[in-house]
């Protein structure tokens, strides 16, 4: 998928929320840990998180159902890029 500035942009922006989701999932945070806190953490720990999507695709459909407000465009943006 060949993305334009623009859209590498959202997607950037889409995708850390969609690590941020998993980390919480893997880590079982329900609570205590806000997204900006997770964004300023290394990037060891946002390596981790897409490796636990990556062994768990099931991740990417919950997160999309349970984002239902998200965007028809982030959306279609994460799903091209699913790797399942």
Not at 3 to 31: A, D, I, P, W
Not at 36 to 56: L, S
């Amino acid at each position: 998928m060949v993305l334009s500035k623009q859209e590498y942009q959202q997607y950037l922006g889409v995708h850390l929320r969609l690590l941020y989701y998993c980390f919480c999932k893997k880590n079982k945070f329900t609570k205590g840990l806000s997204f900006d806190q997770f964004v300023k953490k290394p990037m060891d720990v946002k390596f981790e998180a897409r490796n636990f999507i990556n062994q768990n695709s099931s991740l990417l459909n919950e997160f999309l159902d349970e984002n239902g407000h998200m965007g028809d465009s982030d959306k279609e943006l994460l799903l091209g890029f699913n790797i399942t």
